[in-house]
């Protein structure tokens, strides 16, 4: 076995150990590279910057655990916006193994704003029927959701004050890490019910739903734990998603390092393979 | 029999389908109401999914259990981790914190699921790095183009990325918002045409192979 060949069967576990260390290293030792604040994100964040005190401000945080890393973040950052900006809070989830995740992130949030339950937010939790539970807070909010995620009735509730419906919503932010998720939020939601939507969701996704943005459908999109470090630096906190950049840029260094090595042993084989055969025949 | 297990359904489709299809036009107050009335039974509908849904889940993993299949242990995992999470939620009433103090659901929840799911997110990034390096060549003209697009964009999305090639945040943004935009539309635009085709096709019974035993 030639050495381009023993190269291209590399064992994958020196990859993970590179990989590993890329990891590691720039989260132990941080270098905190500046970080450009794209179109996309500045949408929400100006969007959220220019709403009145008071204003109903819903929150969808349609993710799991497992998409933690990217829309944690997020979630901190733009809950932090809007509790700075004086916003009423609707939060809640479209999916079930998500609930206990948004729960944790807007009570530490409201907690450090020092906003009060049921009179600045208010946590809906969770509620089966997917993309149907959107349609129905379209025509009832209380039918949809009668008592929010500590039992208490949602009708009455000071934050809830003059909204029956998603129509009384001024402004929607879903983080969705796949269906039910922004584009649930848009087709069954703004689309009838004609409030402004913004989107954040995991890198993977992000692709998808440029067309949705380019169009104006969403009026923003925070993609993936660049967009929550781009959040981040706009309100001036910077958190786990900019000490995670560090890493991030590491990653994707050595994998398109990797990526480079293996194309060039691979066109090495390729020129050996054929002086070989010409030399054949 | 065969009015109530063919005909009954098909005609329940066709009229729900066509009703909806005209509420989603008529700003009507009995029209609203419809909606809710409706999209209060898809929630009901949807909870009456989960439970048969889990329902399935534990035969599937009952036979494998008993018929000691290859990997049964696996299945006994996820009865003992189901189980035990039905058992301590209910306990609990389903609550994961009473005045800020996590209950025994809510520490299987932070301690358990929390970690797993977080393990199983964080591990796809070796494989991908392993399987990046294995098969992400330039063997054809378009696995190049692919390739040189891949490597900007993940150079415009990190700030290193951007230090060492200033140029790649601007060329990976205009990626992303023409060239990507643009083909995904038409693949959107494409499965909507076929999803509204389809829908067509349930409402009017050309299509029924959702009744059970394919077309007839």
Same mark, same amino acid.
């Given at each position: 076995?030639?050495?381009?060949?023993?190269?291209?069967?590399?064992?994958?576990?020196?990859?993970?150990?590179?990989?590993?260390?890329?990891?590691? @290293?720039?989260?132990?030792?941080?270098?905190?590279?500046?970080?450009?604040?794209?179109?996309?994100?500045?949408?929400?964040?100006?969007?959220?910057?220019?709403?009145?005190?008071?204003?109903?401000?819903?929150?969808?945080?349609?993710?799991?655990?497992?998409?933690?890393?990217?829309?944690?973040?997020?979630?901190?950052?733009?809950?932090?916006?809007?509790? &700075?900006? =004086?916003?009423?809070?609707?939060?809640?989830?479209?999916? !079930?193994?998500?609930? /206990?995740?948004? %729960?944790?992130?807007?009570?530490?949030?409201?907690?450090?704003?020092?906003?009060? =339950?049921?009179?600045?937010?208010?946590?809906? *939790?969770?509620?089966?029927?997917?993309?149907? !539970?959107?349609?129905?807070?379209?025509? %009832?909010?209380?039918?949809?959701?009668?008592?929010?995620?500590?039992?208490?009735?949602?009708?009455?509730?000071?934050?809830?004050?003059?909204?029956?419906?998603?129509?009384?919503?001024?402004?929607?932010?879903?983080?969705?890490?796949?269906?039910?998720?922004?584009?649930?939020?848009?087709?069954?939601?703004?689309?009838?019910?004609?409030?402004?939507?913004?989107?954040?969701?995991? *890198?993977?996704?992000?692709? *998808? $739903?440029?067309?949705?943005?380019?169009?104006?459908?969403?009026?923003?999109?925070? /993609?993936?734990?660049?967009?929550?470090?781009?959040?981040?630096?706009?309100?001036?906190?910077?958190? &786990?998603?900019?000490? *995670?950049?560090?890493?991030?840029?590491?990653?994707?260094?050595?994998?398109?390092?990797?990526?480079?090595?293996?194309?060039?042993?691979?066109?090495?084989?390729?020129?050996?393979?054929?002086?070989?055969?010409?030399?054949?025949? | 029999?065969?009015?109530?297990?063919?005909?009954?359904?098909?005609?329940?489709?066709?009229?729900?389908?066509?009703?909806?299809?005209?509420?989603?036009?008529?700003?009507?107050?009995?029209?609203?109401?419809? #909606?809710?009335?409706?999209?209060?039974? #898809?929630?009901?509908?949807?909870?009456?999914?989960?439970?048969?849904?889990?329902?399935?889940?534990?035969?599937?993993?009952?036979?494998?259990?008993?018929?000691?299949?290859?990997?049964?242990?696996?299945?006994?995992?996820?009865?003992? /981790?189901? +189980?035990?999470?039905?058992?301590?939620?209910?306990?609990? =009433?389903?609550?994961?914190?009473?005045?800020?103090?996590?209950?025994?659901?809510?520490?299987?929840?932070?301690?358990?699921?929390?970690?797993?799911?977080?393990?199983?997110?964080?591990?796809?990034?070796?494989?991908?790095?392993?399987?990046?390096?294995?098969?992400?060549?330039?063997?054809?003209?378009?696995?190049?183009?692919?390739?040189?697009?891949?490597?900007?964009?993940?150079?415009?999305?990190?700030?290193?990325?951007?230090?060492?090639?200033? $140029?790649? /945040?601007?060329?990976?943004?205009?990626?992303?918002? @023409?060239? =990507?935009?643009?083909?995904?539309?038409?693949?959107?635009?494409?499965?909507?045409?076929?999803?509204?085709? +389809?829908?067509?096709?349930?409402?009017?019974?050309?299509?029924?192979?959702?009744?059970?035993?394919?077309?007839?």
């Amino acid at each position: 076995m030639t050495f381009a060949e023993r190269m291209l069967r590399i064992d994958r576990r020196i990859i993970f150990l590179v990989i590993g260390l890329c990891t590691l @290293v720039p989260l132990l030792f941080p270098v905190g590279l500046p970080i450009k604040i794209s179109s996309e994100v500045r949408g929400v964040y100006d969007y959220i910057e220019g709403l009145p005190e008071g204003s109903v401000f819903l929150l969808s945080l349609d993710f799991d655990p497992a998409s933690k890393p990217e829309l944690y973040p997020q979630a901190i950052s733009i809950l932090r916006h809007a509790f &700075k900006k =004086n916003l009423r809070v609707v939060a809640m989830t479209l999916w !079930v193994s998500g609930t /206990g995740l948004a %729960d944790q992130i807007l009570t530490q949030t409201a907690k450090e704003a020092g906003k009060e =339950n049921g009179k600045d937010y208010v946590f809906l *939790g969770w509620s089966p029927g997917g993309s149907a !539970v959107i349609l129905n807070m379209g025509q %009832d909010l209380y039918n949809a959701f009668p008592a929010d995620y500590g039992g208490k009735a949602t009708k009455g509730l000071p934050v809830l004050a003059g909204v029956q419906n998603l129509r009384d919503v001024t402004y929607a932010v879903s983080l969705g890490a796949g269906n039910p998720g922004v584009e649930a939020w848009y087709v069954f939601g703004k689309d009838k019910y004609k409030f402004e939507l913004g989107g954040g969701c995991t *890198g993977v996704i992000a692709p *998808g $739903l440029y067309p949705l943005l380019r169009s104006g459908q969403i009026n923003g999109l925070i /993609g993936g734990l660049r967009g929550a470090a781009e959040y981040e630096t706009l309100i001036g906190q910077k958190g &786990k998603a900019v000490a *995670g950049m560090d890493a991030q840029s590491a990653t994707h260094l050595a994998i398109i390092v990797l990526v480079a090595i293996c194309n060039i042993f691979y066109f090495s084989l390729r020129r050996q393979q054929r002086r070989q055969d010409g030399m054949g025949s | 029999m065969i009015f109530l297990r063919r005909q009954l359904p098909l005609l329940i489709t066709m009229i729900t389908g066509l009703v909806m299809a005209a509420q989603y036009y008529v700003p009507h107050p009995a029209s609203e109401q419809l #909606l809710t009335t409706v999209t209060k039974w #898809l929630q009901i509908i949807g909870g009456f999914a989960l439970v048969l849904g889990i329902t399935s889940l534990f035969h599937v993993h009952a036979a494998k259990i008993r018929r000691k299949e290859a990997g049964w242990a696996y299945s006994l995992v996820l009865y003992v /981790g189901m +189980l035990g999470t039905v058992i301590v939620g209910l306990w609990n =009433n389903g609550k994961e914190s009473i005045d800020g103090a996590l209950t025994s659901f809510g520490w299987v929840y932070s301690y358990t699921l929390v970690p797993l799911q977080g393990t199983m997110f964080a591990i796809l990034a070796f494989f991908i790095a392993s399987a990046a390096y294995r098969s992400f060549r330039a063997r054809s003209r378009e696995a190049a183009v692919l390739l040189v697009a891949a490597v900007i964009v993940m150079m415009g999305r990190v700030p290193l990325g951007e230090y060492i090639l200033p $140029l790649s /945040g601007d060329l990976s943004s205009w990626i992303l918002n @023409v060239l =990507n935009a643009s083909v995904r539309r038409a693949i959107l635009i494409g499965v909507s045409l076929g999803a509204v085709a +389809l829908s067509f096709k349930i409402i009017f019974g050309v299509e029924r192979s959702y009744l059970g035993g394919g077309k007839e």
